[in-house]
């Protein structure tokens, strides 16, 4: 009886959560690891024009010759998909990475500072906050010719605020401990109590926003390419594949739109797989869901 | 000599923890101040290590008002105290092995070259062996980091050193260490000590005076309410 007890206490903590955290791990690690590859290899090894226009083939469903089917101008749907897959991916990376280190340098200012200056910056970004941020964004890449670098500005923008916020938060947390009184009492500086105790401190959640980031980012530069405001037509990004697929899929024609569609899905639920291990090793305690 | 006149300080000026406590520390003095848990103890000595501002009151510092706290305070007031916390565990930045945290306070001010020597010279004094300074926090005791700060605390040479329940998490032989490597720092350079504690054996024993909270502070019972 008391066996039976025991065993289901400790049973809970038992391989069966840890065999799905690894399945996890691999899955994700193993999708990111194609996406990449693919993104890097395909073309410089497939030699072949993603602009080719063949009207002969166009709007083919899945064959050999063409895996991914053709457009409704007869391009090469996998290349245009791993093409597009390329623009995206620098946009999410570019913008996620310059959107960490604005938020990253305000949070940290309000938080290692505090007091008025705290209160004045964080009411600043609550104002920014107020405003839906496609709208924003669409905004700031209306004032621009179109190009990936207008994308990347409006994402990196209007997505700075979150990591101001979490950067914050955790700088007022490490202010109040010991070990920064300690360094006050050891005569440093602000900027050196900043840059040597409180940033290394909040790297990990940095980090870890940035890269939940990437996604995030390549789905507004699609939904912004998909409004037609984002990348110029003829350049292939998710967004105008799917923008230019539209027409077709009314017609019956799945494929131009389905195989963008999962060069979005897989590496983002890559992505989220991945920094969700990262989540829980930086901070077992904290399992909420994963924020895309 | 550090002198505190009716200094209420804490978290919310609508609830002070601590009511106007006045002590005084003679130069080379050891002083005890003896408390309850929770009755602002700790946030009597923060304010004396000019590590928290007060709501009310003075301080003085040989005779001088302060009037800056914290980071605002000139360097060479706020390094004049070597403070040792309670909980070594969060008082060590988690990422600095031993060494560089007795070695931080050094760098901090701009004396790099002093660092070897001064580490050698502390690590002995609170007996830490060189292996043990190349580990970082979570690697050693509560007992060992405990030395370390001690050692980083005394490393800047201070006049006064403020304890703050220095020793209330360790075992009866590494108090004995530590205190027995205070009281040489004392013998050696005239420091004063404020040694914050609730074990009045350990206060009487070790301090030249020992004063108990009531004396000192007025109870939160007393406040009008």
């Not at chain 1, 090894?45 to 080719?52: E, T």
């Not at chain 1, 050196?192 to 290394?200: C, F, N, Y």
């Not at chain 2, 998490?169 to 004392?186: G, H, I, K, Q």
Request: hydrophobic content about 50%.
């Amino acid at each position: 009886m008391a066996d039976t007890t025991a065993g289901a206490v400790w049973r809970p903590h038992g391989t069966a959560r840890r065999s799905t955290h690894t399945l996890r791990l691999r899955v994700s690690a193993a999708l990111m690891g194609v996406t990449v590859l693919a993104v890097l290899l395909v073309p410089p090894l497939a030699q072949l024009d993603q602009q080719a226009v063949d009207l002969a083939a166009k709007l083919q469903p899945p064959t050999w010759a063409h895996p991914f089917g053709t457009d409704d101008v007869g391009r090469d749907l996998l290349l245009r998909c791993v093409y597009g897959l390329r623009v995206s991916l620098l946009v999410g990376v570019v913008a996620a990475l310059t959107a960490t280190v604005i938020g990253t340098a305000v949070g940290a200012t309000a938080g290692a500072l505090g007091g008025r200056t705290d209160r004045a910056v964080m009411r600043l970004v609550d104002a920014v906050a107020s405003v839906p941020h496609l709208l924003l964004g669409v905004f700031i890449v209306a004032m621009f010719r179109p190009g990936v670098w207008p994308v990347v500005i409006s994402v990196a923008l209007t997505h700075w605020l979150s990591t101001a916020r979490i950067v914050r938060a955790e700088i007022l947390s490490l202010r109040s401990r010991p070990c920064i009184d300690a360094a006050v009492s050891g005569g440093a500086s602000r900027w050196r109590v900043a840059v040597r105790h409180l940033l290394p401190g909040v790297l990990p959640q940095a980090g870890l926003a940035a890269v939940l980031m990437v996604p995030h980012a390549m789905w507004h530069e699609s939904a912004l390419s998909f409004l037609g405001l984002g990348l110029p037509t003829h350049t292939a990004s998710l967004g105008t594949l799917i923008q230019t697929a539209r027409g077709s899929l009314l017609a019956g024609d799945w494929w131009p739109t389905l195989f963008p569609g999962l060069f979005l899905v897989v590496p983002t639920l890559a992505v989220a797989g991945l920094a969700g291990v990262w989540r829980e090793r930086i901070n077992p305690r904290r399992r909420s869901e994963l924020m895309l | 000599m550090l002198e505190l006149r009716s200094v209420t300080a804490g978290y919310d000026r609508r609830a002070p923890v601590v009511r106007e406590a006045s002590l005084t520390l003679a130069p080379g003095q050891a002083l005890g101040l003896l408390g309850p848990s929770g009755c602002g103890k700790s946030t009597l000595a923060r304010v004396a290590a000019l590590l928290h501002r007060p709501d009310a009151g003075t301080l003085l510092l040989d005779g001088t008002p302060v009037r800056r706290w914290r980071h605002r305070a000139p360097r060479e007031q706020r390094t004049a105290f070597g403070v040792v916390f309670q909980q070594p565990r969060l008082a060590a930045d988690p990422r600095l092995r031993l060494a560089d945290l007795i070695a931080e306070p050094l760098r901090a001010t701009g004396r790099r070259d002093q660092i070897p020597g001064r580490v050698t010279e502390l690590a002995e004094a609170t007996g830490l062996t060189p292996d043990l300074l190349t580990r970082r926090p979570h690697e050693v005791s509560d007992g060992q980091l405990q030395r370390a700060c001690l050692a980083r605390a005394l490393v800047l040479r201070p006049r006064i050193l403020v304890c703050d329940e220095m020793t209330a998490m360790l075992d009866a032989s590494t108090t004995a260490a530590l205190v027995a490597a205070v009281e040489r720092y004392r013998r050696e350079t005239g420091a004063a000590l404020l040694a914050v504690g609730h074990d009045r054996t350990l206060l009487d024993r070790w301090c030249d005076r020992t004063l108990h909270w009531h004396e000192v502070a007025r109870s939160r019972a007393d406040a009008p309410t």
